[in-house]
């Protein structure tokens, strides 16, 4: 089956601690996204990437970091700079712009 | 730029009667809209959406969504709703056509069916 899978379900970060959450894709999309969920909000984007090798900031990027070296993965790190990383975090894919996104599991963050 | 208002943070109903979601839109553009659904501690899953043409979309479990230019508007509707319908329910814009990849979504709304 295709389909996004995130890992791990739930994370827990110690205080000036980075952490990597992993979201891999079988659907063979060029576009991948990373959303932060937090309760009332709704998404709001921290980064995006067009194909491999090139990623771009969504509207709240400051501390977070993601790479994009295969078209299947794109992980994001939650750096000891993002001094509120406690959230739901949801990765996405589509072909393209415009395109239907098709979402993860997501992943909980937690902080010690 | 584009924004999205749901005007209800939850709305509880019984089950089998009808629901109605609220969406507005704002933008100088043409846009695409769609609607997703979230299940607890799950991703979101797309319902519908409208791209061009028939402004009546139906979509997946029973649900359709109106698009109204003129009160910029994307209701979702469902004539008869079920208790596994309750889950959180967000409508998303983007610009029909410029080269952005940014879906903006609303702050969602909870549906929560009683028995």
């Known amino acids: 089956d295709g389909g996004i899978t995130q890992s791990p379900k739930y994370l827990f970060r110690k205080e000036g601690q980075n952490v990597t959450l992993s979201c891999e894709q079988n659907?063979?999309?060029?576009?991948m996204y990373w959303y932060r969920q937090d309760p009332g909000q709704g998404l709001r984007l921290i980064y995006y990437?067009?194909?491999?090798?090139?990623?771009q900031k969504g509207d709240i990027a400051e501390g977070y970091s993601v790479s994009r070296e295969k078209k299947e993965s794109f992980p994001l790190t939650v750096t000891s700079a993002q001094k509120n990383p406690t959230a739901f975090y949801l990765c996405?894919?589509?072909?393209?712009?415009?395109?239907?996104?098709?979402f993860g599991p997501g992943t909980r963050l937690l902080v010690l | 730029a584009q924004s999205v208002t749901q005007l209800d943070s939850q709305v509880p109903v019984f089950e089998e009667a009808p629901v109605e979601l609220r969406c507005n839109y704002s933008?100088?553009?043409?846009?695409?809209l769609f609607w997703y659904v979230q299940y607890p501690n799950q991703g979101l899953q797309l319902l519908l959406k409208?791209?061009?043409?028939?402004?009546l979309v139906k979509g997946i479990n029973g649900f359709e969504a109106e698009f109204n230019k003129s009160q910029t508007s994307f209701h979702l509707r469902k004539p008869s709703v079920h208790i596994s319908d309750t889950a959180e329910y967000f409508c998303?814009?983007?610009?029909?056509?410029?080269?952005?990849?940014?879906?903006?979504f609303g702050s969602g709304t909870r549906l929560l069916v009683r028995p």
């Open positions: 998303a814009v983007s610009g029909a056509f410029d080269s952005s990849y940014k879906l903006i």
């Open positions: 996405a894919s589509s072909r393209g712009p415009k395109e239907t996104q098709y």
């Open positions: 659907l063979n999309h060029d576009a």
């Open positions: 409208y791209l061009s043409g028939s402004t």
């Open positions: 990437s067009q194909i491999v090798n090139d990623f």
């Open positions: 933008s100088s553009v043409s846009v695409y």
